[in-house]
């Protein structure tokens, strides 16, 4: 199928699956003029990228993930790991949404004061959750 197909049915712009060709991540199979053809193969690897990429996983990771044919090659542990990875974001991330409930409906004369809050800037201040310092992820 050409380029056009795959647009209009994985609603990714040209753009897109370009750039996953260049990254190794698809491979069209030829041209039909200026266009580029797919194999019908194309719109399950794509559907496989957008897991990857909405379990967190890296292009560079999600390229790995493919054999020189294309087809899906998986390692198990690494999907664990990932899950592992995700149970500690979603752990950080019921303690912050409960924090700011908290902090949201505390009788304190202000945030400072509630000590709750005061915990979870001290976590946030220490890197312990929210943002990447220095580019690399932060011990939990």
């Known amino acids: 199928m050409d380029i056009s ?16 060709e260049q990254k ?16 019908a ?3 399950e690897q794509l ?8 379990a967190g996983f890296s292009l560079n990771d999600i390229a790995g993930m493919f054999g020189a044919d294309g087809r899906p ?11 592992d990875e995700l149970d500690q974001s979603i752990k950080q991330l019921t303690a912050m949404r409960d924090g700011l409930r908290h902090a ?5 004369p202000s945030h400072l004061e509630c000590p ?10 220490a ?10 992820s932060v011990k939990k």
């Open 5 to 20: 197909e795959v647009v209009r049915r994985s609603g990714l712009p040209a753009s897109t699956l370009r750039f996953y």
């Open 116 to 125: 709750k809050f005061r915990r979870l800037m001290g976590l946030a201040g």
């Open 73 to 83: 090659r998986i390692e198990r542990q690494r999907l664990l790991e990932k899950a």
């Open 24 to 39: 190794g991540l698809i491979a069209s199979v030829g041209r039909r003029g200026l266009h580029r053809v797919f194999a």
């Open 127 to 136: 890197g312990v959750i929210g943002e990447r310092r220095n580019g690399a």
């Open 47 to 54: 559907s496989l990228i957008a897991l990857g990429r909405a």
């Open 41 to 43: 193969g194309v719109l």
């Open 104 to 108: 949201a409906a505390c009788s304190a």
